[in-house]
Nanobody, 128 residues
Framework: QVQVAESGGGLVQVGGSLRLSCTHSVSFFDQYAMGWFRQAPGREREAVACIDWSGRTTYYQDSVKGRFTITKYNDNKTMNLQMDNLKPEDTAVYYC?????????????????????WGQGTQVTVSS
């Protein structure tokens, strides 16, 4: 049974920062692209940011460019999402996703929701 574990959500004021972390138990962690997706109440799940298997190429949704940074540390088997200058519209449940196949690209995972394994989700609430 593959496990995907997220951490780091919480409540923060407008303009504040949070860092989300994710790890998973799929064999050969360093061969899989990963991403963060979010779902706000009454809305469909959307891609926020993705990173390719090597950690060198990234994709960001336009609304988070310049505010969010995704990183992948293969040695530590961790992927992070640093979220700065948070806005109320960033409020959502954030899900970590692991690519369906090996050696995937960041753009492909985010634009095609090419996720084979999902985490349980972590709540991020930005208060105004």
């Amino acid at each position: 049974q593959v496990q995907v574990a997220e951490s780091g959500g919480g409540l923060v004021q407008v303009g504040g920062s949070l860092r989300l972390s994710c790890t998973h138990s799929v064999s050969f962690f360093d061969q899989y692209a990963m991403g963060w997706f979010r779902q706000a109440p009454g809305r469909e799940r959307e891609a926020v940011a993705c990173i390719d298997w090597s950690g060198r190429t990234t994709y960001y949704q336009d609304s988070v460019k310049g505010r969010f940074t995704i990183t992948k540390y293969n040695d530590n088997k961790t992927m992070n999402l640093q979220m700065d200058n948070l806005k109320p519209e960033d409020t959502a449940v954030y899900y970590c996703g692991v690519d369906r196949a090996q050696y995937g690209g960041a753009n492909y995972v985010c634009k095609n929701f090419d996720v084979g394994h999902w985490g349980q989700g972590t709540q991020v609430t930005v208060s105004s």
